[in-house]
């Protein structure tokens, strides 16, 4: 969230800083004047300062001379005038606005409140000046040797932000989300100024910023510790990072994909022909680039109707056999998936420990319980948790009826329905269906309705006495009676 320049604001706030002086000795006086002043220049405006010049501060309020009034001059100014401040004047912040961005901010050893084990930091920039105070404040943490091995930069970002953000040889994990990326897009020999991020295991990245996907690609394919990956951009930039490349350490893929607008198509494209990145395929195209893919992640951001067809239908069959996936997720996808497409997911990756597949919320798709789930109870022996629209009709008629003793292999623990059809209001069908999916699988613990959790109370409490009574049976006694 930036920072706010009204001046009535700040007036306020800062009437709540009292600092004493008194009683300390001339080095706890100065380092709290050097705090102070951190305070007051962390705020942000267009004036060196605002408001009424209260007695004994007009030495900080008269500007430099010349005709640089910013950056580093200010901040010597402030620094060559506060010996000259009578103590009993540092107890009061002045009653106004002081700001300033100063681009050599670290010069000045102005964070004492910034600790040497500081390895996180968070920033929220929502317009040009965050983006400036988040520069300094990089700069100064470089400046001053802090280790920084997690940062997460979201919003409005800058080609500067960028170079001080890659001044951190030393990440762990670094995101970078942006919609109004700032400045020209970011080319091969920006890219090569960020260095290789020797260490980095996790990186969230919008593509929106560069100006060729291939080349950030070859820049993320020299990540080798590189495990967790996250992209956001339109099916173009990812297409054009991944293609052609192996991310040998990458375990986890999440890619959201961002509308791409025909009349946009050309201009937009990273590729040289986009009929290319349209076709089936590319499913495989992601797996083969990830040969050590654990879990894959496709999401559209906004509604399907305004994305193109990303992956197939016939992209199922052809995922080689010997992949390692063990969750997929397909959120939103312009993907017209029947029971028979579902079945050969699971067949095509018997691994799979997740499995969640959520179609638009216009379309409120479901699929047939008794068909998917019949199937998962035998031939899905690594399933725990599966996330899909259910039509549970099937499992309530007492037509359809499965034996306790006849239950299933697999280990699914937890079923989420985003939405269902034909849930049952009555005892006697929730009965049902609370026999019928036990048997299905005995070791199901939750059952969960996104938003309609009181309506599954009763199901949940009767699955639960079932699943507790085939565990640990009652039996009587042997006492002679």
Known sequence: MPLSTNKDIWTEILEYFRVSLSRDNADEIKEKRRIILSIALCVQCSLFFEGPRISGWGFLLDRPSGKDHDGPQVATHLLSVSHQI????????????????????????????????LQSINFQAGDSSSAVASSIILDTLNYRGIRMLDIIYTDYIT????????????????????????????????????GTLAHLTTLNLSLGMFQMASDVGRWIESMAQLSVLSLLGRWPSVYGCIQNRT??????????LQPCYSSRRRRLSTVSNWSTVTNSGNLLTIVKAFPSLHSLSLENEANENTNEIIISRADIPKAPKESPLRCLELRNMKLAL??????????????????????????????????????????????????????????????????????????????ELPWVRNLPQDLKGTLMLARNLVALFPKLHDVTLLDLESDIRDLRTII?????????????SDDGV
């Open 338 to 415: 029947d029971e028979a497409d579902i079945i050969n997911i699971m067949r095509a990756w018997p691994s799979l420990e997740s499995l969640s597949i959520i179609p638009s919320a216009n379309k409120r798709l479901s699929y047939s319980a008794s068909e998917i789930l019949a199937y998962a109870s035998h031939g899905a022996r690594c399933l725990r948790e599966m996330n899909l629209p259910l039509d549970l009709s099937s499992l309530t008629s007492t037509s359809y009826s499965i034996s306790i003793r006849s239950s299933g292999k697999c280990p699914l623990r937890r079923l």
């Open 464 to 476: 639960e006495f079932l699943r507790d009574t085939i565990s640990s049976p009652p039996h009587r």
């Open 247 to 256: 991310f040998v350490a990458v375990q986890s893929l999440s890619v959201i």
């Open 159 to 194: 080609k500067n932000v960028l170079s001080r953000i890659f001044q951190f040889s030393e990440l762990r994990s670094l995101t970078l989300k942006t919609t109004q990326y700032r400045g020209s897009h970011l080319e091969s020999s920006d890219i090569q100024s960020f």
């Open 86 to 117: 009578s103590p009993s004047f540092w107890e009061h912040l002045p009653q106004g606005v002081l700001a300033v961005a100063i681009p050599l901010y670290q010069a000045y050893h102005l964070t004492a409140l910034a600790s040497s084990s």
